[in-house]
Each structure stands twice: as structure tokens, then as C-alpha cells.
């Protein structure tokens, strides 16, 4: 069983800044973020395999956001800059056990944190 605590959500205007973290209570193969904004589909965000440290980025935030690994604490990051109203959603962090073989796909992971409220104000 993987436990994940996610922290850092909160409000901030557009253009601003924001970080989330999610802490894993044991090892996993990927940990990754998705979103969730009121009457929509949950979303991927962002992932990042520990292996390699690759990481993969939805169109709508690459080269806004950037997430980011501290293997020995088995923390992600998840930087994001020049935020936007529409990046308003609930944020998750989710991590697959076993082979990643693509990671874009929510039913992959296999575990889910709580998820954190992040709005972005006009």
C-alpha cells in the first residue's frame, strides 16, 4: 500500500506562481499529477518515471510547468508558472507499481492522493 500526501494548493492570480509536492510512503515506478475542474473529466498533467527521472507533459502546460523528483525523500514536485484561470482544478497525485509503458492514462496508476485545490484568479 502507497499512501500519498499532496500539499501546496491555494489561491493566486494569473501570471503567478505555485508549487504542489506529493510525498509516497513507499517505492513506486511513476508518480504523476492530473487535475480536475468542475464538470470535466480528470486530466493529465504531468508525470515523471524515478527511473531516468523522464518526464512527460500535457500540451496545455508544457513550458508553464515543471515537475521534478527528490528520490531520497520520494517526493515530486510539481512547479507551475504563468498560471492561468482555466488551470483552476482540483490536483491530484497518483503513482503506478510495476512497468511504465505509458503514463498518460489515469487507470494506469495505482494509487491516488486526496487531491489539492488550486485557483487561479483573473
Known amino acids: 500500500q502507497v499512501q500519498l500526501v499532496e500539499s501546496g494548493g491555494g489561491l493566486v492570480q494569473a501570471g503567478g506562481s505555485l508549487r504542489l509536492s506529493c510525498a509516497a510512503s513507499g517505492r513506486n515506478s511513476a508518480m504523476a499529477w492530473f487535475r480536475q475542474a468542475p464538470g470535466k473529466e480528470r486530466e493529465f498533467v504531468a508525470a515523471?518515471?524515478?527511473?531516468?527521472?523522464?518526464?512527460y507533459y500535457a500540451d496545455s502546460v508544457k513550458g508553464r510547468f515543471t515537475i521534478s523528483s527528490d528520490n531520497a525523500k520520494n517526493t515530486v514536485h510539481l512547479q507551475m508558472n504563468s498560471l492561468k484561470p482555466e488551470d483552476t482544478a482540483v490536483y491530484y497525485c497518483?503513482?503506478?507499481?510495476?512497468?511504465?509503458?505509458?503514463?498518460?492514462?489515469?487507470?494506469?496508476?495505482?494509487?491516488w492522493g486526496q487531491g489539492t485545490q488550486l485557483t487561479v484568479s483573473s
Open positions: 497518483a503513482a503506478r507499481l510495476g512497468p511504465v509503458l505509458a503514463v498518460k492514462p489515469s487507470q494506469l496508476y495505482n494509487y
Open positions: 515523471i518515471r524515478w527511473s531516468g527521472g523522464i518526464t
